[in-house]
C-alpha cells in the first residue's frame, strides 16, 4: 500500500479491530486505539519529511479511477498547507486519545468512532478531488454525531442535534456549489484541477454564487461569524477530548476549505475579498465579547478559539503573502493553543466535576502543573510575543493593513478584549482563596499529553521559520492566483 494511503486507513482498520474486541476489553481496547492513532501520527510525520517545499504543489500523488462513468476518482496527495495540518490532525488525535481515560462506559465504541473520525479528517486534507473530498467531509459528521451524543453532558442530545443541523445544512449549499462547477466542466470529472479550470469560463455572478455555497458549507466548520450558533453548547457537551479535536482539527478542515475554495474560484474570491475579511474581524470581536461574558470554563475557551480563527478570514481576505502566511500559520497556533486549553480544562473538569469559573479558584496552589502550562496556554491566547500566535497574528495583520488599510485595526478592539478575557480566566480559576484543595495536579499520562503542545506553542513562536519554510512556496504560489490584490 502506497504511503498516503496507508496513513489514510490506518485509523479506520484499527476501529474495525475495535469493532471485533469483546465488550469488556477495556484495556485491549485503549492500547489499539493508541497503537493505531501512533502509527498514524509516524507515517503523517513521515510524509512531512518526504514533502519538499520548494517542490510540486502536490506530493506523493497516488490516483486511480473510481467509478469513472460519474467522474469519480480515488485521488490523494499532500501539499504545503496538508502536510502540516495532517501532522497536527495525528498528534492532536493521538493526544485525544491520551486524554481520554476518563471515559469509562463503551469504552470500545468510544475509540472506534475516534479512529472513524480520524481517517475522515484525514481524507479531506489528502483529497485531491472534490467529491472524494465531499465524501470525507460527510464521514466526519457521523463519528462527531456519536461521539457527542453518547458521551457528551447533561444537554448533549440538543448538543448533537444543533451540530447535526448546522453542519448538514451548509453541506447540503456545498453540495450545490460543487455540482454546479461539476455541470460547468462537461469533462465528467470532479478533479480539482479539472474544476478549478472550468470555473474560469463561468460568469462572475455564477462564480460568485458557488463561492458563497462553499463558504456557508466551510463556515460553519471554522466556525464564522454568523454561522458559529452551534458552537458554545456544543463545546461545552462534548467529552474534553472531542472538544479538543473540535477545536484543533474540525476548525482547520473549515479553514482549510475556505483556501481551497477560493484558489478554485480566484476572481470570485478577490471579489469578495473585503466581505471575507470584514467578517473576519466581526469573528474576532464578537468572539471575544463572547469569551469575555462567559461563566464556563470551556464556553470561555469555545468563544477565544471563535474568535482567533477569525484572523484565518482576514488573512484569506488580504490576499497577499503577508495575509496568506499569517492565515496559514493560525491554523497551526491555533490547534496548539486550543489543544493546550481544552485537554487541561478536562483535567479540571474530572477532578472537581464543574468548569464553573465561579466554582473555581485558587488553583496554582493545589495543582502546580496544571496551572503553570494552562496560565501559559492562556497568555498564549492573548497573542502575546513569545508564542507562535503572535506570530500569525502579526502577518495576519500585516497583510489586512497592506490590503484594506487602516479599518482592519478594528481587529485589534477583539484582541484587546480576548486578552481581557483570558486575564479573567487565570484570575478567577488560578489565583484567589483555594475551593478544592485535594484537587490533585496532573497525571503522568495528562503531562505527557500537555508539555509538548505547550513547548511547540512557544518554540515555533521563538523559530517561526520551522513552521513557515514548510509553508512558503505554497503561500506564493496561492497570492499569485490573485494579482489584482497583490501589494
Known amino acids: ?117 480520524e481517517t475522515g479528517v484525514f481524507g479531506v486534507f489528502l483529497s485531491r478531488d472534490w467529491s472524494l473530498f465531499y465524501l470525507f467531509w460527510e464521514l466526519t459528521l457521523i463519528p462527531l454525531f456519536f461521539l457527542i451524543n453518547l458521551w457528551g453532558g447533561p444537554k448533549r442530545g440538543k448538543a448533537s442535534l444543533t451540530f447535526l443541523l448546522y453542519t448538514m445544512g451548509g453541506s447540503v449549499f456545498m453540495l450545490v456549489a460543487l455540482l454546479t462547477l461539476f455541470a460547468s466542466a462537461h469533462q465528467g470529472s470532479f478533479s480539482m484541477d479539472t474544476l478549478a479550470q472550468a470555473a474560469q469560463g463561468l460568469p462572475l455572478p455564477v462564480q460568485q454564487a458557488v463561492l458563497a455555497g462553499l463558504f456557508l458549507g466551510f463556515g460553519v466548520k471554522l466556525p464564522a461569524f454568523p454561522l458559529h450558533g452551534w458552537l458554545p453548547i456544543t463545546y461545552v457537551e462534548a467529552p474534553a477530548p472531542v472538544s479538543l479535536v473540535l477545536s484543533a482539527v474540525l476548525s482547520k478542515m473549515g479553514a482549510y476549505g475556505l483556501i481551497l475554495a477560493a484558489t478554485t474560484l480566484p476572481a470570485a474570491a478577490a471579489s469578495m475579498a473585503p466581505g ?82 465561579g466554582q473555581l479558584g485558587g488553583l496554582i496552589s493545589s495543582s502546580p502543573r496544571l496551572s503553570v502550562l494552562m496560565i501559559v496556554g492562556l497568555l498564549a491566547s492573548m497573542g502575546l510575543p513569545g508564542f507562535v500566535g503572535f506570530v500569525a497574528e502579526l502577518h495576519t495583520l500585516t497583510g489586512g493593513f497592506q490590503r484594506f488599510g487602516l479599518w482592519i485595526g478594528l481587529a485589534s478592539v477583539g484582541v484587546l478584549i480576548g486578552a481581557a478575557a483570558a486575564l479573567r480566566t487565570i484570575s478567577l480559576v488560578f489565583m484567589g482563596p483555594v475551593k478544592h484543595g485535594g484537587m490533585g495536579d496532573l497525571s503522568v499520562a495528562e503531562l505527557v499529553a500537555a508539555a509538548p503542545l505547550v513547548a511547540l506553542t512557544v518554540g515555533l513562536g521563538l523559530f517561526p521559520n520551522l513552521a513557515l519554510s514548510v509553508m512558503a512556496p505554497t503561500v506564493v504560489r496561492l497570492a499569485a492566483l490573485f494579482p489584482v490584490v497583490v501589494s
Open 1 to 117: 500500500m502506497h504511503h498516503l494511503s496507508l496513513l489514510l486507513w490506518t485509523p479506520i482498520i484499527g476501529a474495525l479491530i475495535l469493532a471485533l474486541l469483546p465488550k469488556g476489553a477495556t484495556h485491549l481496547a485503549r492500547a489499539v486505539a493508541l497503537a493505531h492513532a501512533g502509527v498514524a501520527f509516524g507515517l503523517a510525520l513521515l510524509a512531512l519529511w518526504r514533502f519538499e517545499p520548494g517542490g510540486a504543489a502536490a506530493q506523493l500523488v497516488e490516483q486511480a479511477p473510481w467509478t469513472p462513468e460519474t467522474g469519480l476518482a480515488y485521488a490523494i496527495a499532500i501539499g504545503g498547507l496538508s502536510a502540516p495540518l495532517l501532522v497536527l490532525t495525528a498528534g492532536m488525535m493521538f493526544v485525544a486519545l491520551i486524554a481520554s481515560g476518563g471515559i469509562q462506559h463503551n469504552v470500545r465504541s468510544y475509540h472506534a468512532w475516534m479512529l472513524a473520525l
Open 276 to 357: 471575507l475579511s470584514a467578517l473576519g474581524v466581526i469573528s474576532i470581536v464578537y468572539g471575544a465579547l463572547l469569551a469575555w461574558r462567559q461563566t464556563d470554563l470551556k464556553a470561555m475557551i469555545a468563544c477565544s478559539s471563535a474568535s482567533h480563527m477569525g484572523f484565518v478570514l482576514v488573512g484569506l481576505g488580504s490576499m497577499n503573502e503577508a495575509g496568506l502566511m499569517g492565515a496559514s500559520l493560525q491554523m497551526v497556533a491555533h490547534s496548539l493553543i486550543a489543544g493546550t486549553l481544552f485537554l487541561l480544562a478536562g483535567a479540571i473538569e474530572r477532578r472537581v466535576h464543574t468548569q464553573s469559573l
